[in-house]
C-alpha cells in the first residue's frame, strides 16, 4: 500500500507539470502564437511538481514575481536599436541586480529575460503567457505545498554575480569579434552556469554530466521537432522523452527540458548544430566558472 501511495503521488506530480505544458500549447494554438512558448516554464514545473526543489516551492510568490519582471525587462530591451550583444549583456546585468537586491535567486527567470531577446521577440502574447503561466504556477505551488514563504531564499554574493557576469561578457566579445552571434547565448545554459558558480566547489565530473545531458537534451528536442507537428503532442513527447532520458542516468537536471523545448522556437532547426552550439557554450561558460571558481578557492578564499 505505501508503495502504492507514493507511485500515485509521482503519478500525479508528473501530470500536472504535463498538464501545465499542454496549457500553455493550448493557449499559443488558440492565438495562433509560437511565441507564447516558453522552455523554462517546463523547467519550472519539474522543479516544483517532480523534484520538489524547497527553495522554489517556499516562496511562490517569487515563481510570479522574478520570470514576470525578467520577461518585461528582456521585452523592452529587444526593442531597443543596439547590437545584439549588447542587448544580451544588458539585461543579464539587470537580471542579476534584480537577484542580488531582492536577495532571491530564481535561476530560471534568467531564460524569460533572454529569450525575446535571442528569438528576436515582439508580441505581447510573450508577456501575458509569462504572467498567466507563473502566476497560475505560484498558485498551484502555494494550494499544494501550503507554504508560507519561511524557508530561507537562495542567495549568491555580489562577488559571484561579478565573476559570472565577466565569464559572459569574455563569452559574448569573442562571439561579437568572430560575427558568431549563433551561439551568443542559450538560456538554460546561462542558468545552469549560474547554479554552478554558486557552489562553493566545481569539479569536474559534474560539469561533464551535467554538459552530456544538456547537449543530449537539445538534440533530443531538436529531432522532434523534426518529426513531430502537432505542438500539443510535440511538448507531450519532449516532457515524456526527457523524463524517461533523465531516468535512465539518476539524475535530476529541470533545465534539459527546457533545452529540448528551445528549438520549437528557433529558426535554425538542425539538431545537430544545435547540439554542437549548445556543447561549446557550455564548454566555454562552465569551463569558466571552473576555472574562476579554483582560482578564487586556491588563492583567494583564504583570506576573506
Request: charged fraction near 10%; proline fraction near 4%; hydrophobic fraction near 60%.
Amino acid at each position: 500500500m505505501f508503495f502504492k501511495n507514493i507511485n500515485a503521488t509521482i503519478s500525479r506530480d508528473y501530470f500536472l507539470a504535463a498538464t501545465m505544458l499542454l496549457l500553455m500549447g493550448t493557449f499559443s494554438i488558440i492565438t495562433h502564437d509560437i511565441e507564447i512558448i516558453l522552455p523554462e516554464l517546463g523547467a519550472l514545473c519539474v522543479g516544483c511538481f517532480i523534484y520538489k526543489k524547497s527553495s522554489w516551492i517556499s516562496n511562490p510568490r517569487a515563481l510570479f514575481i522574478l520570470p514576470s519582471v525578467t520577461a518585461f525587462l528582456g521585452f523592452g530591451i529587444n526593442i531597443l536599436s543596439i547590437k545584439l550583444e549588447f542587448k544580451i549583456a544588458l539585461v543579464l546585468l539587470l537580471i542579476f541586480l534584480l537577484f542580488y537586491f531582492s536577495k532571491n535567486v530564481l535561476a530560471p527567470a534568467i531564460a524569460t529575460g533572454l529569450l525575446p531577446i535571442i528569438t528576436n521577440c515582439h508580441s505581447v502574447y510573450f508577456l501575458i503567457s509569462t504572467v498567466v503561466f507563473t502566476l497560475l504556477l505560484s498558485i498551484i505551488v502555494q494550494i499544494k505545498y501550503k507554504t508560507q514563504d519561511k524557508i530561507s531564499n537562495e542567495m549568491i554574493s555580489f562577488r559571484t554575480f561579478f565573476a559570472y557576469f565577466s565569464i559572459i561578457v569574455i563569452w559574448l566579445s569573442f562571439c561579437y569579434y568572430n560575427n558568431y552571434t549563433f551561439m551568443l547565448a542559450i538560456p538554460p545554459v546561462i542558468v545552469v552556469g549560474l547554479e554552478m558558480i554558486s557552489l562553493a566547489e566545481i569539479k569536474l565530473k559534474p560539469i561533464l554530466i551535467k554538459t552530456f545531458l544538456l547537449v543530449c537534451s537539445a538534440i533530443i528536442g531538436g529531432f522532434l521537432t523534426l518529426y513531430i507537428s502537432n505542438l500539443l503532442l510535440l511538448l507531450l513527447v519532449d516532457f515524456v522523452v526527457i523524463s524517461f532520458f533523465l531516468a535512465v542516468f539518476k539524475q535530476k537536471m529541470a533545465p534539459a527540458y527546457a533545452i529540448a523545448m528551445l528549438p520549437i522556437l528557433l529558426i535554425n532547426k538542425n539538431p545537430l548544430s544545435f547540439g554542437l552550439y549548445v556543447l561549446i557554450i557550455c564548454s566555454a561558460i562552465f569551463g569558466g566558472a571552473f576555472i574562476s571558481k579554483y582560482i578564487f578557492n586556491k588563492y583567494f578564499a583564504k583570506h576573506i
